[in-house]
């Protein structure tokens, strides 16, 4: 099946700087979603981004679906960006749909 | 729309008892799935449905777990008996083929077994 790995796994940042999350991908897809877990828990959708770029505020993500690979950008960071954050891409199969989670990038925001 | 809807949001119990977990997808969506999340294992896929029909429950991870789905907006997810070890964060989240595979997540169902 499709492996989905992010890079890094932990993230911890001074409010206010900026960073870049990854998301790799072992093959073709036909979707990719990114969310945020916030402490509370909640799984909070950010992009759906199958390919190119889309931004939402401060956030801003980039998919090369030809290189099997997402990018997140996160600009002027504040303590409420923390948690974690997942991609997951979608894919069709004989049976239907397939979702796989990446293991996620737990980041951290200092003030 | 109210978004995807579960119940109970926690739920304590004792070991041996039986759970029900409960979710009410977003109204159109065809698919719904169920996820469980541990700090040790992330986030794992139990198993999911497409037109209230259970398509992968490899996921499932032994007998004492079952889920139905009756009906387009509702589904359970039921653990019997339960153990300590089952205690977890139980996430229901649906999508619609139409939208791409776009999926939504519920608040989840945090559980605990004692």
């Known amino acids: 099946g499709i492996q989905v790995e992010q890079s890094p796994p932990d993230l911890i940042l001074q409010e206010g700087a900026n960073s870049t999350l990854r998301c790799n991908f072992s093959?073709?897809?036909?979707?990719l979603q990114w969310f945020h877990q916030n402490p509370w828990g909640q799984l909070i959708n950010l992009f759906y981004?199958?390919?190119g770029t889309k931004q939402n505020g401060r956030l801003s993500a980039t998919t090369v679906a030809t290189e099997r690979y997402s990018l997140l950008y996160i600009s002027s960071s504040q303590t409420t960006d923390s948690g974690v954050y997942f991609c997951?891409?979608?894919?069709?199969?004989?049976?239907?749909?397939?979702?796989?989670f990446g293991p996620g990038t737990r980041l951290s925001v200092l003030p | 729309d109210a978004g995807v809807i579960q119940s109970p949001r926690h739920e304590v119990t004792e070991m041996g008892q039986e759970v029900t977990l409960r979710c009410k997808p977003i109204?159109?969506?065809?698919?719904l799935f169920w996820y469980r999340q541990t700090m040790m294992r992330g986030l794992e896929l139990l198993i999911y449905?497409?037109?209230?029909?259970?398509?992968?429950d490899s996921g499932m991870p032994e007998d004492r777990f079952s889920a139905k789905m009756p009906n387009a907006s509702f589904s359970t997810l039921k653990i019997q008996p339960s153990e300590p070890r089952d205690s977890a964060v139980y996430f229901c989240?649906?999508?619609?083929?139409?939208?791409?595979?776009?999926?939504?997540f519920g608040p989840g169902t945090r559980l605990t077994v004692t």
């Open positions: 989240a649906s999508s619609h083929d139409r939208e791409g595979g776009e999926q939504y």
């Open positions: 093959d073709s897809v036909n979707n």
């Open positions: 981004i199958p390919s």
């Open positions: 997951a891409v979608v894919f069709w199969s004989n049976y239907g749909q397939n979702f796989v």
């Open positions: 109204s159109g969506h065809d698919y």
């Open positions: 449905f497409n037109n209230n029909v259970p398509i992968d």
